[in-house]
């Protein structure tokens, strides 16, 4: 009797501490749901710049001049078929002319993608490939439509053919990342909406003042923010007053510390990366798999997973 009594007190003692552990556990569980982790952009930056130029004009050598001046990095779209033609850059320059930036798809003659069957569609973006590939001695993985138009077929016709984003045309006035690598929709147009139209002047002075507020709202941004900007050398053609604008823009933007400049193949590259990171449950533990250093914040924390590390996040 005695050892029953004691039995059934060993066994009430029991349940009641699993009781009061359960919830301990459970609230454990909860606490660490809620530690937020967030991306930085590279070298642990909260901004990224994006600058995103089609169709490879001859004027392209001259905004390559300004970008190399101020340290920034393009990404330039371009169309092979197009190359050597009148007023377009040559086959022989691309290697060195985009060294250190990005040689992009934009379909190899640029063509309305969507009024394409399906063997031309895939001609279209993987002759580029191909031709780009060769002239610039690159892996070449990113894509501008021609454009900027895109349908559903067009979507299911590049899944497979090696393109990593397509960009389109529609600006977001925001600076979020997509959700849709192969609908990228950009920031904005260079200087908003201003040119497309000769001679209007007051239309040019409020989209070059949106413009310019969008800029400024990006720099003074303390959330994680990029800015993707998009356009055609071309549209500044001989004008001084417009190149002399293109300037002033870089300078703004150039050689600021919270700024990453990057092409935007590495900004996806880095984005999958980062979305690949292996966190242990309790979030102390964090396994980069990838070569690229990633750059993450723990419950406001900066913390930097070099590439194949696990790492340690204390807080
Ligand atoms: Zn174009």
């Not at 092979?80 to 290697?95: F, V, W």
């Not at 002759?127 to 001695?137: A, H, K, P, Q, T």
């Not at 950009?186 to 002047?201: L, R, T």
Request: one cysteine or more; charged letters at 20%.
């Amino acid at each position: 009797m005695k050892f029953i009594t004691l039995l059934l007190f060993w066994c009430t003692l029991s349940t009641l501490t699993a009781q009061t552990g359960a919830p301990n556990s459970y609230s454990d569980i909860l606490k660490n749901s809620q530690i937020k982790i967030e991306m930085l952009f590279p070298e642990g930056k909260s901004k990224a710049l994006i600058l995103s130029y089609d169709d490879g004009p001859y004027q392209d050598r001259k905004l390559v001049e300004l970008m190399n001046k101020y340290d920034l990095k393009g990404t330039f779209h371009l169309n092979s078929n197009k190359l050597d033609l009148p007023n377009y850059l040559t086959k022989a320059e691309i290697k060195d002319l985009f060294k250190g930036h990005e040689v992009s798809v934009h379909s190899a003659n640029h063509p309305n993608l969507t009024t394409l069957s399906k063997i031309d569609l895939l001609y279209e973006v993987i002759e580029d490939r191909r031709e780009l590939e060769r002239l610039s001695g690159t892996t070449v993985r990113g894509m501008a439509y021609p454009f900027g138009n895109y349908n559903a077929s067009v979507l299911d016709a590049i899944q497979g053919v090696g393109i990593a984003y397509a960009r389109t045309v529609y600006d977001t006035y925001n600076f979020t990342i997509p959700h849709n690598f192969l609908a990228w929709h950009p920031s904005i147009h260079q200087f908003g909406k201003a040119y497309f139209a000769p001679n209007q002047p007051e239309v040019d002075k409020k989209e070059i003042a949106a413009f310019t507020q969008l800029v400024g709202n990006f720099l003074k941004s303390d959330t994680l923010a990029l800015l993707d900007v998009w356009g055609h050398s071309w549209e500044m053609g001989d004008s001084k007053e417009k190149w002399d604008a293109m300037e002033q823009f870089f300078k703004t933007v150039a050689h600021n510390p919270s700024i990453c400049y990057i092409k935007q193949i590495d900004l996806v590259d880095y984005i999958h990366a980062y979305e690949n990171l292996q966190f242990g449950v309790d979030k102390k533990l964090v396994t980069n798999l990838s070569s690229l250093d990633i750059y993450i914040k723990k419950a406001g924390k900066a913390f930097k997973v070099s590439a194949g590390t696990t790492t340690l996040l204390l807080e």
